[in-house]
């Protein structure tokens, strides 16, 4: 039996007396795209950043890759590539400085990274414009700048928070079909966090839908919408386990709107 790519088992987190994640068990297999859903303060991000080890493991245990996020620290972050919801590329810097530069964090070898980085780059789409300033960058370019970071050391697990947050539609399209393109092609295991349902519906093999720190829902998306209705939706499937309805981020702008969104949702959990 093929070990999971990503385990969590019984894991709780908290903040001062706030129970943020409650509880959660669950598995990727290689290969997956797999999607962690639900609205802002969802336990999400912070299931997220236990498993890329920048918060500490409470309770629980968590495996990335087969290694433990508590004891082998080092080895899960260079197994894996992170796409956070912070921004995390430098308006002062070209698109190919950006990646050069988490070449560097990576420990890529220096005898390797010039084309690394180009690899990268082509792979996103962004070969043209690498020498332009980030700066110039539209919403679209600027998420598929980070995804040439994190794919920088070749993971074999990709994660992604709120990879289209603050994208219009056409953009967001944009940074599925190379996340389709990159399972496809090279393997890599995706695990995203998103409360777009119709992103979900259509690119995720499986998901999980989390409601105040617990997982109230998990199967593929066909599953789930066929146990609500006939013509159910996983918005549906949402309000009918928790009895909410969802909001959706702003969806125009480049640079400074993707950073003002995403500064927002962080804030709000």
């Given at each position: 039996?093929?070990?999971?790519?990503?385990?969590?088992?019984?894991?709780?987190?908290?903040?001062?007396?706030?129970?943020?994640?409650?509880?959660?068990?669950?598995?990727?297999?290689?290969?997956?795209v797999f999607g962690l859903l639900g609205?802002?303060?969802?336990?999400?991000?912070?299931?997220?950043?236990?498993?890329?080890?920048?918060?500490?493991?409470?309770?629980?245990?968590?495996?990335?890759?087969?290694?433990?996020?508590?004891?082998?620290?080092?080895?899960?972050?260079?197994?894996?590539?992170?796409?956070?919801?912070?921004?995390?590329?430098?308006?002062?810097?070209?698109?190919?400085?950006?990646?050069?530069?988490?070449?560097?964090?990576?420990?890529?070898?220096?005898?390797?990274?010039?084309?690394?980085?180009?690899?990268?780059?082509?792979?996103?789409?962004?070969?043209?414009?690498?020498?332009?300033?980030?700066?110039?960058?539209?919403?679209?370019?600027?998420?598929?700048?980070?995804?040439?970071?994190?794919?920088?050391?070749?993971?074999?697990?990709?994660?992604?928070?709120?990879?289209?947050?603050?994208?219009?539609?056409?953009?967001?399209?944009?940074?599925?079909?190379?996340?389709?393109?990159?399972?496809?092609?090279?393997?890599?295991?995706?695990?995203?966090?998103?409360?777009?349902?119709?992103?979900?519906?259509?690119?995720?093999?499986?998901?999980?839908?989390?409601?105040?720190?617990?997982?109230?829902?998990?199967?593929?998306?066909?599953?789930?919408?066929?146990?609500?209705?006939t013509h159910a939706t996983l918005e549906?499937?949402?309000?009918?386990?928790?009895?909410?309805?969802?909001?959706?981020?702003?969806?125009?702008?480049?640079?400074?709107?993707?950073?003002?969104?995403?500064?927002?949702?962080?804030?709000?959990?």
């Open positions: 039996m093929t070990a999971p790519a990503v385990l969590i088992d019984h894991v709780s987190h908290r903040y001062g007396d706030h129970l943020a994640v409650d509880d959660v068990s669950m598995e990727v297999a290689p290969g997956e609205p802002n303060g969802a336990g999400k991000t912070t299931t997220i950043l236990l498993l890329t080890t920048l918060l500490t493991l409470q309770s629980g245990r968590m495996q990335v890759l087969g290694r433990d996020v508590t004891r082998q620290r080092r080895d899960v972050r260079r197994g894996l590539g992170y796409v956070p919801q912070m921004l995390s590329a430098d308006a002062g810097l070209t698109g190919r400085e950006n990646v050069a530069l988490f070449a560097r964090l990576y420990d890529v070898p220096r005898q390797q990274r010039r084309d690394r980085v180009a690899e990268v780059l082509d792979a996103v789409g962004l070969d043209d414009a690498a020498d332009q300033l980030a700066s110039r960058y539209s919403g679209g370019m600027i998420r598929r700048l980070e995804v040439a970071q994190a794919l920088v050391n070749r993971p074999l697990l990709l994660v992604l928070d709120e990879p289209t947050i603050g994208l219009d539609p056409v953009a967001r399209d944009s940074v599925w079909d190379l996340l389709t393109e990159l399972r496809t092609s090279v393997g890599t295991t995706v695990l995203v966090t998103t409360h777009y349902m119709q992103e979900a519906e259509s690119h995720c093999h499986r998901v999980a839908l989390m409601h105040h720190g617990q997982v109230r829902a998990m199967d593929t998306p066909q599953r789930l919408t066929a146990d609500i209705g549906d499937v949402f309000r009918h386990y928790t009895g909410d309805s969802l909001e959706e981020g702003a969806d125009k702008g480049g640079y400074r709107a993707a950073r003002s969104v995403r500064r927002t949702a962080r804030r709000l959990g």
